[in-house]
């Protein structure tokens, strides 16, 4: 029996409706229904938008997962057919948070959406985090200091971007960015303005369009030993830097 003829039949004992209550909402026989539950045949793309909105789950869940796995209150079910798995939990009763490999967080963009791809990642369990669906994602570049190449940003899953607040961090998994930790700033009609905490990046808009999905900042994982030596340079660096631009200025002033 396929997956799809599992599901509607698993949804329809959940809901405690007959097979004729749905046939009739769907305009088709009892007989046609029961052979779509049998596995005997499959419904047509019409009919199956109409089964999915009938049962208010996507089509995406229906034909891939085995929704008996995962409580149905739980899973995220966006609008356009994108989907969050439901909360896992340990042995322990501690959340699962899945790890997006370092070498291999560009498959994520392709991977997301697919239940098979979430579930085969790796997990770990922190016990201070609960009440949410947790992600670790690896972080790349300077843009975000004190995080290096190498350290993982454990984020919380938020549905809409009315959640996000000012001057908090997020991870924004986006079409054309990829995978970026950036501060919010604030949000326009179309687009979400975000930046850099190193202030050689500018800031910069991000169009809503092009959002997959947002994960605010929950803690991080360092992978590295914190080095105070090149601090103290970077530091001494800001100011001889400083201290130039004030020799130039005072110069500039004398010529007056």
Partial sequence: MSV????????RDQLKLSQQTVADHLSITRGRYAKY???????????????????RI????????????YPLNDIV???????????????????????IPQKASMGYLSGYTDPGYIESLQNISLPFLTNGKYRAFPVEGDSMPPFKDGAY???????????????????????NDGITYKRFKSRKENTIHVGA????????????????EIWEYACSISTQEFETENNTQNVKDMFLELRKDIKDLNKKFSEL
Avoid: C, H, W
């Avoid at 000012?166 to 924004?172: G, N, Q, W």
């Avoid at 905490?197 to 808009?205: A, G, L, Q, V």
């Fill in 4 to 11: 799809l003829a599992e599901n509607i039949r698993y949804l």
């Fill in 77 to 99: 079910n966006l609008p356009d057919n994108r989907i969050v798995l439901p909360v896992v939990v340990d042995q322990s009763g501690n959340n699962s948070i899945e790890i």
């Fill in 197 to 212: 905490d190193n202030p050689f990046y500018e800031p910069y808009d991000i169009l809503l369009n092009d959002v997959l």
């Fill in 37 to 55: 539950e049998d596995g005997a045949s499959q419904p047509p793309i019409e009919l199956l938008i109409k089964i999915s909105r009938y049962y």
């Fill in 153 to 175: 940003i454990v984020g919380k899953y938020i549905e809409k971007t009315e959640d996000l607040k000012a001057d908090k961090t997020y991870i924004f998994v986006t079409l």
């Fill in 58 to 69: 996507s089509i995406d869940l229906m034909v891939t997962i085995d929704l008996k796995k």
